[in-house]
């Protein structure tokens, strides 16, 4: 079973970056896929991007594409996502995810989940 622990958020300007980070415990991290995901207040949580812990193809939401990127640090069992070009809808309680790479349920359904962590974005 793997727990993860996210970091990394705070208070940034529209048009600044963050790097959010999250911790990840466990033996056979290579087997799980990542994700970030986020939710704003009084809005659903929403996908913003996925890769597999062992690299390869990445994935993210529209709204995202070309600002943010997902990265793993195997070195560090990190999970990395870079924000770049922040607007005032960027901001959201930022949650890391995880589950099996074999994987059979919903394209958004995880089994795993940190904490959060809130980023904010000033105008």
């Known amino acids: 079973q793997v727990q993860l622990v996210e970091s990394g958020g705070g208070l940034a300007q529209a048009g600044g970056s963050l790097r959010l980070s999250c911790a990840a415990s466990?033996?056979?991290?290579?087997?799980?896929?990542m994700a970030w995901f986020r939710q704003a207040p009084g809005k659903e949580r929403e996908f913003v991007a996925t890769?597999?812990?062992?690299?390869?193809?990445?994935d993210y939401a529209d709204s995202v594409k070309g600002r943010f990127t997902i990265s793993t640090d195997n070195a560090k069992n990190t999970v990395y996502l870079q924000m770049n070009s922040l607007k005032p809808e960027d901001a959201a309680v930022y949650y890391c995810?995880?589950?099996?790479?074999?994987?059979?349920?919903?394209?958004?359904?995880?089994?795993?989940w940190g904490q959060g962590t809130q980023v904010t974005v000033s105008s």
């Open positions: 890769m597999y812990w062992s690299g390869g193809s990445t």
């Open positions: 995810a995880a589950r099996p790479v074999i994987w059979s349920g919903s394209r958004y359904e995880y089994t795993t």
């Open positions: 466990g033996r056979t991290l290579r087997m799980y896929t």
